[in-house]
């Protein structure tokens, strides 16, 4: 699941880079390319209600902060992470691969009173 994120991740970096250096046709493979991960992962990791098979937290960040999800699914994604946090007594449980994006994603999705209480937890 976290590898498959930050594959996701560097396809677009280079989807990104193709667009500055105006290589239409590698963007067109990159872009097709960005389609078939995300679509595995669905495939592999989400249930159809939008559920990962993992209910870390940082599977959820990875997964919305890198738009694994469709977009008519992230708010109930965005639900089950807040929910985890709180019921850690809103403290992280993130390693190091989800931490930088945990308080990116919460204050994307509206919660960026959560971020701070997380970013102010002693």
Known sequence: LIAQCFYAHSTQLLINA???LGNSADVQTYTALLQ???DAFRNEYM?????LVSSTQTAYVLALHFDMLPESLRPYAVSRLVENIKSYGNHLTTGFLGTPYLCHVLSRF???DLAYTLLLQE
């Open 18 to 20: 193709a667009k500055v």
């Open 36 to 38: 078939n991960i995300k």
């Open 110 to 112: 509206g919660h960026a």
């Open 47 to 51: 249930t159809a209600s939008g559920r």
